[in-house]
């Protein structure tokens, strides 16, 4: 007959981990989560609590509870005892499962920040069986292995805890908060629906359906690609703000651009010398200007140079001024302008590159109008963004607010470039980028109601694009994608 | 076919070859058929052997999607699409005007010859034989496998495989109005032992419901005023093997319902068995009662009905689109209410029926029992609904029941490989896939829509796909692998040739065709696909194509046709079998898989998917679940090959040690 249905197995093996959440050294207080089905065991170890309210901290001793047996080398469990000696005086809090943040049941324990006492708690922690010490980015993955946040909230915790200024931290928490995912579930809803439309006038051709569906389809599709082909358009912004505005100075040698970078940077990080060709290699300064992240690359001076490193030094100059988000242009106030021909070519291929004067503060009103007049002349630029720089040594009260001013017309210019990203889903990755971009594509193959491509091609195009979306948000698709986003994270998340 | 053998003399010797079919349905056709081709002793069992090969439901075989399941069948030697080439009065290729790939042949059938064909071909096999009873309890040996089929009349047939087809037979209640009969057709007695046993063994089982509309009397039918409806001039056979249609064609009846039906129905619900909780059973959504049709689409003030003739010489006429469940009083006052049919008596009403299936999640790739090696189910019993979904399960299922006694050329017993063409093969794997891995909610119809590589499964080129892997498990006859052999030659001489045929813009400008000037030399592959010239416009060009039949022809132009989506589809193929090859043990504990949640856990316990692929298109499964089925998988092959003695003892351990800080993005940026 029939073998018995063998169900009985209910061996869980899945491990409680815990690992220290707070920064090494010492500290006033220190975290130190758990998360897996025996947290409580850990509990009644420490404290002789069976169990405790849920999400309330509560003062507790936490007693020592395993002892190594030297005779066989092996530890021994000893039940809790209120005579064990005290490790520390702790808030205990108990977040049951699934209602928690990894799905299962967690436990968060607040002791002093001392390394002995934490070592001491992890050392007794480690002991107790199916324990061990978190893996990087464990916790997180269990809260994903449970379904609790999809890869894009994964990110934004990932973009959260690398965050250094207010946008990058806004944009995170948006993105965390399921900002990407809503905007997402939108297309694919709207997209499933075009497809469902195709998909009835092929399957259902002998039953009397609205003969419009594929045009609607098809509108709906364009509708989707337009908003799409936005959001890629404005895809960069918010990898501007994850990884933050680059800037490069660039300028023949000599001109100052080094004095300029440690006045914005407020501190020398740039050697200064009156020698021409001091700068031989690209140095980057992180500044937050009005919560943006902006990287500040001072580059070597570009002249005819046959010294084999100034020569190096030069190239990673073009490579940093080829990779930045905007271009300071330094030229020196001289009458009549000295703009080399790769100066000069630098300026035609970059539009928006701000042209700033250096060491206006020599000059009278009506020379340093001259001098703009004829570089307005030189660069064949009407709407080219001048900045006359006075850095008077001496005066640095005047220096510092004609820094300002600079900032100011900078942040003026990151402003315009990251606007869209302030408002809501944005593109803040690669990974989404190129899976939006298949997404694009397919939809522009779909094309508008007048296409007269057969049903079941387009049917295909549209499938190519959900499935692609999915891809985003994790539904469908997994691969190598999932290693790299769980490296991201440190230990204890 | 053999005689009916009552005394089963023959039957009882040699029993580990035998191999019975139980219900001689479409599903129990196929599987004889294909088990017998197969060289298995095969035994079919039938309540009565009249009626092998019966339509239960509408006159008609397939349409799209099945018509596609119809050309898989007979591209592996399968006899349904042979019969209907017989039995068909009226042939239609549906979606004619749409792309080759959702093109689906359709043909009307006259059911008794229909069954007559059946009959006939079932005969041509020798080592067949039909048996009359009803099987009544299973018997199993020691290890749980399949031993013999018991009947109702208390005889053993001792067998070690047998696949039941029951259909609707299976703990079949039919309800008319109030009235409740166990019956597996009108007038037929249900399987009730049969279900009764199958529940005690413990199998998961559900309730299913189909309905039927009532039969009417052509003759007196007003046809006068009614809209008609012609087939195909000249009809398109389904069988790669037919050459031409032979049976006189006949045209269909097209009328509607009126205000006054959608009246009589609304004024009578109560009565109606689908909404008084009457019936359990879940129905196609697809496939709704007139009843059911007008409440969930209140705002509609007409349905479409076809009238289909039944036979040449039948007078029966079947209404497609009033399947209905409701008294017959009420019945009557619905078809009165119809133009044409003011007068027309109804013959038999329609009725719905309730039905035992099986949740097809317990069920391998090859269509048996995972609980109990041996036994085999196809049809309805599986979820399904219609003839060709039951046909296409009962010949995997009778391929794979032959093999499960040693009965294959490829040593696919040996293998434990089933034979079962996958999703990217056939609408066959789509169907089988998904019952096995989502189960059946409700009745599971096939759709084109279901099939992700539609494009490549076009009904035009089922035997290019399909009819070599048949060659291979032996289930294909000589007669059709050697027109076969023909055709796929044709069919490579045609592509190659077309890829050497070149032509540049300027010389198509000359013929009067507009294409880029570009300069680029074109291939008659390609301008095939071009919609200004197409298979006319390369006839014209190279006149030698005449040379190829119009079936190569076609079969060249939809490969044109999608050639730069096939070419991209390969990809996705690739993962697809990435996937399938990592196999999950049968015995894997799902328990001892970190981070899976309870309800994933028991799915996958419950389902026990064959290999990661599958294991990723059961619902409900996250992306999360199916990583960690994945890094379990690898972490198990790593154990495996560190217990193989020759390795070093101490391989690194499988958990990776600990990153080192500055690889978190905060240290990474710094601060």
Not at chain 1, 179 to 199: M, P, V
Not at chain 1, 283 to 292: A, H, K, N, T, Y
Not at chain 2, 569 to 580: K, P, R, V, Y
């Amino acid at each position: 007959m029939i073998p018995e249905k063998n169900v009985s197995r209910e061996t869980s093996k899945t491990e409680t981990i815990f690992a220290v959440a707070t920064p090494p050294g010492r500290s006033a207080l220190a975290v130190i989560r758990l998360t897996g089905p025996d947290v409580l065991t850990a509990l009644t170890a420490m404290t002789g609590r069976e169990t405790l309210p849920p999400r309330q901290a509560c003062l507790l001793k936490l007693r020592e509870f395993a002892a190594k047996d030297i005779s066989s080398n092996r530890v021994a469990l000893t039940p809790y005892d209120a005579k064990n000696p005290i490790i520390d005086q702790a808030l205990v809090i108990f977040f049951p499962g699934p209602a928690s943040e990894t799905g299962e049941d967690c436990l968060e324990i607040h002791p002093h920040g001392s390394p002995n006492v934490i070592a001491s708690l992890c050392h007794a922690l480690g002991q107790l069986p199916n324990f061990r010490l978190a893996e990087p980015g464990e916790f997180i993955r269990r809260a994903f292995m449970n379904g609790k946040m999809d890869l894009t909230a994964i990110e934004g915790v990932a973009d959260l805890l690398a965050a250094d200024t207010d946008r990058q931290r806004r944009q995170a928490l948006r993105q965390m908060q399921g900002g990407l995912r809503q905007k997402i579930e939108q297309w694919r809803g709207n997209l499933l629906r075009a497809l469902a439309y195709i998909e009835a006038s092929i399957d259902f051709v002998d039953e009397e359906l609205p003969g419009q569906l594929p045009a609607q389809a098809r509108q709906i599709a364009a509708q989707t690609q337009s908003e799409i082909g936005q959001a890629l358009a404005s895809s960069h912004q918010g990898e501007i703000v994850r990884t933050g505005f680059q800037i490069a100075l660039v300028g023949a040698p000599n001109v100052g651009k080094s004095t300029l970078l440690n006045h914005l940077a407020s501190r020398e990080a740039a050697i200064v010398s009156p020698i021409a060709g001091t700068t031989r290699d690209a140095i980057s300064v992180d500044l937050d200007w009005s919560g943006f992240r902006v990287t500040l690359t001072d580059t070597a001076g570009l002249r005819a140079s046959e010294d084999v490193i100034e020569k190096i030094g030069m190239a990673k100059s073009r490579q940093a001024a080829a990779a930045a988000d905007l271009l300071l242009v330094m030229v020196e106030a001289h009458d009549p302008p000295e703009l080399s021909d790769e100066i000069l070519a630098i300026l035609a291929q970059n539009p928006n590159a701000i042209l700033v004067v250096s060491k206006c503060d020599f000059l009278s009103d009506r020379q340093g109008e001259n001098i703009l007049s004829q570089l307005r002349i030189l660069t064949k630029h009407d709407a080219r963004e001048f900045f006359c720089l006075a850095l008077p040594p001496n005066q640095p009260n005047i220096a510092a607010k004609n820094c300002e001013n600079l900032i100011a017309v900078i942040v003026n210019r990151i402003k315009r470039a990251t606007q869209l990203a302030e408002d809501g889903a944005v593109i803040t990755r690669q990974r989404h980028r190129q899976a939006l971009e298949i997404v694009n594509n397919a939809l522009l193959a779909v094309g508008g109601t007048d296409r007269q491509d057969g049903l079941e091609i387009t049917a295909e195009s549209l499938r190519r694009a959900v499935t692609s979306l999915d891809k985003i948000t994790g539904r469908v698709a997994f691969d190598d994608m999932m290693s790299l986003i769980f490296g991201e994270f440190c230990l204890g998340k | 076919m053999g005689n009916i053998d009552t005394d089963s003399l023959k039957i009882s010797h040699h029993t580990e070859r035998n191999l019975v079919v139980v219900g001689g349905g479409h599903a129990g056709c196929e599987a004889a058929a294909a088990a017998a081709r197969m060289g298995a002793r095969v035994i079919l069992l039938t309540h009565n052997p009249a009626t092998i090969g019966e339509m239960s439901c509408n006159p008609a075989i397939g349409g799209l999607g099945k018509g596609h399941l119809v050309r898989e069948i007979d591209a592996l030697d399968g006899v349904m699409a042979r019969a209907i080439d017989r039995a068909g009065i009226q042939f239609k290729m549906l979606n004619r005007s749409k792309g080759p790939a959702v093109q689906g042949p359709r043909a009307q059938a006259d059911r008794r010859l229909y069954r007559q064909a059946m009959q006939e071909i079932l005969m041509e096999y020798d080592n067949l034989t039909l048996m009359a009873g009803a099987a009544a309890d299973l018997v199993l040996d020691r290890d749980g496998h399949l031993a013999g089929i018991v009947t109702e009349t208390g005889q053993t047939i001792p067998c070690r495989a047998a696949i039941i087809t029951t259909g609707t037979f299976l703990g079949g209640l039919i309800h008319i109005g109030t009235d409740k009969i166990p019956a597996g057709r009108v007038g037929e007695a249900p399987s009730m032992a049969l279900a009764q046993r199958l529940r005690a063994l413990g199998l998961p089982m559900g309730r299913l419901k189909t309905g039927t509309p009532p039969r009417l009397d052509g003759k007196t039918i007003d046809w006068s005023g009614l809209g008609k409806q012609i087939g195909d001039i000249p009809p398109q056979p389904f069988s790669f093997m037919t050459d031409v249609i032979t049976t006189p064609q006949i045209a269909c009846g097209i009328t509607a319902t009126t205000d006054k039906t959608h009246q009589v129905i609304q004024a009578n619900l109560h009565h109606a068995p689908l909404f008084s909780g009457q019936i359990e059973g879940i129905g196609p959504r697809y496939c709704p009662s007139i009843e059911d049709k007008i409440v969930r689409f209140a705002d509609k003030s007409s349905h479409q009905i076809f009238l289909e003739p039944e036979g040449l010489d039948d007078d029966t006429v079947y209404p497609n689109g009033i399947s209905t469940s409701l008294p017959k009083f009420v019945q009557d006052l619905v078809v009165a209410s119809i133009p044409g049919l003011e007068q027309a008596r109804i013959i038999r009403h329609g009725y719905a029926i309730e039905y035992d299936y099986l949740d097809p999640r317990a069920l391998h790739n090859g269509l048996g029992l995972k609980a109990i090696p041996g036994l085999f189910l196809a049809g309805q019993i599986n979820g399904t609904t219609g003839y060709e979904e039951a046909a296409g399960q009962g010949l995997v299922a009778g391929i794979n029941a032959a093999i499960s006694l040693g009965f294959d050329e490829g040593g696919a017993a040996e293998a434990k490989k089933w034979f079962s063409p996958d999703r990217t093969q056939s609408y066959l794997g789509v169907m089988i896939d998904d019952l096995i891995t989502k189960g059946a909610d409700e009745p599971y119809r096939m759709f084109t829509s279901r099939a992700e590589y539609r494009l490549r499964l076009r009904a035009d080129n089922a035997d290019l796909r399909l009819t070599p892997m048949g060659v291979t498990a032996g289930c294909v006859g000589t007669a059709r692998q050697q027109k076969f052999a023909a055709r796929a030659a044709e069919m490579a001489a045609a592509k190659t040739q077309s890829e050497q045929w070149r032509i540049s813009p300027s010389e198509l400008a000359r013929m009067g065709f507009e294409v880029r000037q570009d300069g680029i030399m074109r291939t008659a592959f390609d301008v095939l696909r071009l919609p200004n010239i197409g298979l006319d416009g390369v006839s014209k060009i190279w006149p030698e194509m005449a040379r190829y039949s119009e079936q190569t022809r076609q079969g060249l132009a939809a490969e044109s046709l999608y050639a730069t989506f096939l070419a991209r589809q390969d990809e996705d193929i690739a993962d697809f079998h990435q996937d399938e090859s990592l196999a999950l043990p049968p015995d894997l504990d799902f328990a001892a898989i970190g981070s899976l949640s309870t309800e994933i856990r028991e799915k996958l316990t419950r389902i026990r998917p064959a290999n990661l692929g599958a294991a990723a298109r059961i619902p409900g499964m996250t992306p999360a679940a199916v990583t960690a089925l994945l890094r379990y998988v690898e972490s198990g092959r790593v154990r495996d090959r560190a217990a193989v003695p020759a390795r070093a003892p101490d391989r690194a351990p499988t958990r990776a040690p600990d990153r080192a800080p500055d690889h978190s993005p905060a240290q990474k940026w710094g601060t």
